[in-house]
């Protein structure tokens, strides 16, 4: 059963603005994470947020959660035409689903030059 | 340091035909994934492992069977291929607690005629 659902479902911008996806899920979590996807490839981790933070950085990576809406945001500041690619939340309950990964459908961004 | 490594990359089959797909990892993780990924569907669990010797089911495990003989490899059985069976199949371990981030392999893409 799918737990996040990304928003939108594709974006298209352009080099150096930037990008904002988001996530909802349904159940209680004790962590969300985001994946980034490219073309033919398998999913790459980016970023885990616990269900006790608000806000985590990562470089030209924001990630902020909202456990009263149930609902998380990823901000990619300044996007490169390398940030082209698919990402996807991913949420974990240790006691529902026995910590495993529950993924989103995704939300496939294309930065164009 | 090859991380997940999944073996074949591209395989045809015809329904009825049996098939193992192998998937290998070399960080010493106790925890194998079998993911399948479809259009519009995100990633959805087969089975899992949480260590050696130990499989159990995920979301999806009908028509398809693993085993974990060793640490480093979890396989992946089609018994009698089925169109629907046709997907991309990624394989990801994490290290040895649930709900960590995942390493993913670059997929085996997989056709059932």
């Known amino acids: 059963s799918q737990q996040g659902e990304e928003d939108p479902q594709a974006l298209s911008i352009q080099e150096g603005e930037n990008a904002t996806m988001n996530c909802s899920y349904k159940t209680s979590i004790n962590n969300l994470q985001w994946y980034r996807q490219n073309s033919g490839r398998g999913l790459v981790h980016l970023i885990l947020?616990?269900?006790?933070?608000r806000e985590k950085h990562s470089g030209r990576l924001r990630v902020t959660l909202d456990t009263s809406k149930k609902s998380s945001s990823l901000l990619i500041t300044a996007s490169r035409a390398a940030d082209t690619a698919s990402y996807f939340c991913a949420t974990s309950n240790y006691g529902g689903s026995q910590g495993n990964l529950i993924f989103g459908k995704g939300t496939k961004l294309s930065v164009k030059p | 340091n090859a991380g997940v490594t999944q073996t074949p990359k591209f395989r045809v089959l015809k329904t009825g035909q049996s098939m193992t797909l192998l998937c290998a990892q070399d960080m010493n993780h106790e925890y194998m994934y079998w993911y399948r990924q479809d259009p519009g569907m995100g990633l959805r669990l087969i089975h899992y492992?949480?260590?050696?010797?130990?499989?159990a089911k995920g979301e999806v495990p009908d028509g398809y069977n693993v085993s974990r003989l060793k640490k480093q490899n979890f396989l992946l059985g089609l018994e009698s291929a089925a169109p629907s069976q046709t997907s991309v199949y990624f394989c990801?371990?994490?290290?040895?607690?649930?709900?960590?981030?995942?390493?993913f392999g670059d997929g085996t893409r997989l056709s059932i005629l």
């Open positions: 947020i616990r269900s006790n933070e």
């Open positions: 492992s949480v260590g050696e010797g130990t499989t």
């Open positions: 990801a371990s994490t290290k040895d607690l649930p709900g960590q981030p995942q390493h």
